[in-house]
T-cell receptor
Framework: TQLLEQSPQFLSIQEGENLTVYCNSSSVFSSLQWYRQEPGEGPVLLVTVVTGGEVKKLKRLTFQFGDARKDSSLHITAAQPGDTGLYLCAGANSGNTPLVFGKGTRLSVIA | DTEVTQTPKHLVMGMTNKKSLKCEQHMGHRAMYWYKQKAKKPPELMFVYSYEKLSINESVPSRFSPECPNSSLLNLHLHALQPEDSALYLC???????????FGPGTRLTVL
């Protein structure tokens, strides 16, 4: 069974601070997705990383896929209250095999 | 149309009721999914449909009955649910050849 360990589970920071969320596994994934979910809403896809060592930037968010495709990180620079939410990483393999979700990181950015 | 829609947004039902959740997408995605999400937990996969055929059932109790009438629609029929079935039910779809799933906004279900 593939598992994704996500850390930290909870994070409360002041506006303007930087933070990093980690997603680690002992298994290789063909790709990894990051989602953000707000209370009572569905997860919204932020990014997919596919190639080992890949780095993708989305405004103040930087996503990295480990060289061995077993881990990923999400770094947010100068966090804003609008970044508040549940961040989920999800590992994917081929076809219809289910996504493997991490347990999520609940981020609260205080103004 | 680039989104997955779900209706209703909220549903309250008794344990003897029969109700249905509806999911729709017009992006031509041929893989569609039902997930259940409890508070402060990640989504848990329930069912996967591929080309309108059920391909994965994650040992879901028979009181949940999925249906895929066509390539754009996915239903989840509910009957004789228990209070512990109260959760956010999410639908997702996936484009052919890609691994990302696109989620709908969910139906918040409360079973009394």
């Amino acid at each position: 069974t593939q598992l994704l360990e996500q850390s930290p589970q909870f994070l409360s920071i002041q506006e303007g601070e930087n933070l990093t969320v980690y997603c680690n596994s002992s298994s290789v994934f063909s790709s990894l997705q990051w989602y953000r979910q707000e209370p009572g809403e569905g997860p919204v896809l932020l990014v997919t990383v596919v190639t080992g060592g890949e780095v993708k930037k989305l405004k103040r968010l930087t996503f990295q896929f480990g060289d061995a495709r077993k881990d990923s990180s999400l770094h947010i620079t100068a966090a804003q209250p609008g970044d508040t939410g549940l961040y989920l990483c999800a590992g994917a393999n081929s076809g219809n095999t289910p996504l493997v979700f991490g347990k999520g990181t609940r981020l609260s950015v205080i103004a | 149309d680039t989104e997955v829609t779900q209706t209703p947004k909220h549903l309250v039902m008794g344990m003897t009721n029969k109700k249905s959740l509806k999911c729709e997408q017009h992006m031509g995605h041929r893989a569609m999914y039902w997930y259940k999400q409890k508070a402060k937990k990640p989504p848990e996969l329930m069912f996967v449909y591929s080309y309108e055929k059920l391909s994965i059932n994650e040992s879901v109790p028979s009181r949940f009955s999925p249906e895929c009438p066509n390539s754009s629609l996915l239903n989840l029929h509910l009957h004789a649910l228990q209070p512990e079935d109260s959760a956010l039910y999410l639908c997702a779809s996936r484009p052919e050849g890609l691994r990302e799933q696109f989620f709908g906004p969910g139906t918040r279900l409360t079973v009394l």
